[in-house]
């Protein structure tokens, strides 16, 4: 993947037609063969050269502005006492690791960390299992089905996430909601006028619905284009050996696509533990913040409690969790950029 | 026929109702007449309606709601572009002193966990009297999108022979008219599929303008669009009419450059 064009020293400059690129106003050639005047070798450089320092510094910059710094003053407020008074008077108070302390000691913050590792586990397991197995059917499917059903993902995977929350209230809603008449129309008693909402474990099970089915289009699509990768001579190799379908995905498939589970795995990992406008815009954390996650928590904290600290200490504890997902995640990329 | 191709057929066609199927009630729904939203059994077929729309659009402020969101979406998009060609030219077709760190840094700030930081830039914002501020906004979803407009781009330009540019010097071009003439124009895809993820993603952003601009001429659809659904409650015609309209921009966009978003591992791809 990674071009590396700067090892390769081309020392006679071969004379490509100037048309090559598309760009029919090519400038007049210079006057003799003879006298071909070297063309400045920037890109060969010594290390020291400003221009690329030019070239990067307001990539460098704004980042360093605007993550960098902010990571760094999350850190720093984590140690600090700032609350409703601290925010009039500007004077936050150090206390040193007390809000860590305060937070380990906790029952309500273990209880929202289980939730969301749980609730993280879930809808990965769903999400890497069911778009495994959609890829796998787009792959043998006729040409008009793969279109149709491919279309559908599409139009799942762009839905913007406030305008599905929105939907999926309304599709749950307890009086006129599609899903409580379903429910009704096959039989089941006890959906006349089911709440939805109504507990925090409900709310997230909704939730998880969404992610779910706004997540597996990105895996059975990818997983497909993998699929086409793999020649269809191996199935074929493995289905004279006799192979059952099950078989031959673990013997077949699978050894041939573990780079793309396992970095896609860790990518759904990152996501859905960081997913908040799915969990918040959902039901406000509610009931009785039944239905926090980490980032959720966080941020009702801060804005609600006015424990600007604390949840300034949650945000690091979380980045720290994802933190440890995160180097997997790299470890794999960069492997697969050395195979490449 | 063989009854499998029957089975698989059924199958995918079972799941492609399934996902349609929120996409799809929501557009019916915006559609229907107040009468038949409000039936305690749904009803499928009807007289299609847009008197749900003027509700929608009639929220006070509405068109500031839209402008906002257009501004920092086109803001954050085109300064990407900007600051991410001279960058990703610079990593592509330079060596410099530091280079391997800043690849390893625009790999990790694509990760960068934003959801998690809105507290910590509340304090900032706040202390640098920037709450409500439409400029921040715009900045900060600059930079949310633009490591992956870096590292898209890097992949575009590095893929464009050198021999070429070398070429187009040797003809008396200046680097700056090498890249201008030559590798601009192959970058095409590459702009292209970088500015649709840079637009759904300011389009989408929910967690930082819920934080920091609590004031209601600063705030964008995403905010409209729930306290629409908190206003309106029980009016669902209107509110799917608010969400159509929100949705509708993104999904014909990405209808029409659906090839470009699939295939093809790209961290931190655009996702819902």
């Known amino acids: 993947m990674t071009v590396d064009s700067q090892g390769a020293v081309s020392t006679a400059s071969t004379d490509a037609p100037g048309s090559a690129a598309g760009t029919s106003k090519t400038p007049p050639p210079p006057a003799g063969p003879k006298n071909v005047p070297k063309p400045p070798r920037g890109r060969r450089s010594l290390p020291g050269g400003v221009l690329p320092y030019l070239l990067i510094a307001p990539a460098v910059l704004s980042m360093a502005v605007l993550l960098l710094y902010p990571l760094i003053r999350n850190v720093v407020l984590s140690f600090q006492q700032v609350g409703r008074r601290e925010l009039i008077t500007r004077k936050p108070e150090w206390t040193g690791v007390e809000n860590y302390t305060e937070l380990l000691g906790d029952s309500q913050f273990w209880t929202v960390v289980v939730r969301s590792v749980v609730f993280t586990a879930a809808n990965v397991v769903l999400i890497m299992a069911l778009g495994t197995l959609i890829g796998l059917l787009l792959n043998r499917l006729g040409k008009k089905m793969r279109l149709v059903l491919s279309l559908s993902l599409i139009l799942a995977w762009a839905m913007p996430i406030v305008a599905s929350v929105t939907v999926f209230r309304w599709l749950f809603d307890e009086q006129f909601g599609v899903v409580n008449w379903l429910l009704r129309t096959l039989g089941l008693s006890g959906y006349e006028q089911h709440n939805w909402f109504e507990t925090g474990f409900s709310t997230l099970v909704i939730v998880m619905i969404l992610l779910v089915w706004g997540s597996i289009p990105f895996v059975a699509l990818n997983m497909y284009a993998a699929l086409t990768t793999v020649g269809s001579e191996l199935y074929e190799a493995a289905k004279m050996d006799g192979a059952n379908g099950w078989r031959t995905f673990w013997s077949v498939v699978f050894p041939n696509l573990k780079p793309f589970f396992l970095i896609t795995t860790f990518l759904e990992i990152i996501w859905i533990f960081k997913a908040f406008a799915q969990v918040y815009a959902m039901n406000l954390g509610g009931p009785d913040r039944g239905s926090e996650t980490l980032p959720v928590f966080a941020y009702i904290e801060g804005q609600g409690q006015f424990h600007y600290g604390v949840a300034a200490a949650i945000s690091v504890l979380t980045i720290v969790m994802l933190i440890a997902a995160m180097s997997f995640y790299f470890r794999l990329i960069l492997k697969q950029e050395e195979e490449q | ?272």
């Open chain 2, 1 to 272: 026929m063989r009854p499998g191709t029957v089975a698989k057929n059924l199958a995918a066609l079972v799941l492609a109702v399934v996902f349609v199927f929120p996409v799809y009630w929501m557009l019916s729904s915006s559609l229907k007449p107040q009468s038949e939203i409000l039936s305690k059994d749904p009803v499928f077929l009807f007289v299609p309606t847009l008197e749900n729309y003027p509700t929608a659009t009639g929220v006070d402020l509405f068109w500031t709601y839209v402008a906002n969101s257009l501004t920092v979406t086109v803001g954050a998009v085109l300064l990407a572009l900007l600051v991410a060609l001279a960058a990703s030219f610079a990593i592509a077709r330079m060596r410099f002193r530091g280079r391997k760190g800043l690849v390893l840094g625009v790999m990790m700030a694509q990760m960068a966990p934003w959801e998690v930081m809105v507290i910590v830039m509340y304090m900032i914002a706040r202390d640098g009297d920037m709450l409500n501020s439409i400029p921040l906004l715009t900045a900060i979803y600059f930079v949310m999108v633009l490591p992956f407009t870096i590292w898209t781009l890097r992949g575009f330009i590095a893929a464009v022979p050198v021999e070429l540019e070398e070429a187009a010097q040797i003809d008396g071009c200046t680097r700056g008219q090498a890249f201008r003439k030559v590798i601009f124009p192959l970058l095409a895809p590459g702009l292209m599929s970088t500015s649709l993820f840079g637009f759904i993603t300011a389009w989408n952003e929910f967690a930082m303008v819920l934080i920091l601009n609590k004031d209601k001429a600063a705030q964008t659809l995403p905010l409209w669009l729930t306290q629409f659904q908190t206003a309106f409650g029980s009016d669902w015609g209107a509110t799917m009419a608010a969400s159509t309209l929100f949705a509708l921009p993104v999904l014909i966009v990405f209808l029409f450059l659906q090839r470009r978003a699939v295939g093809g591992m790209t961290a931190g791809a655009v996702k819902g």
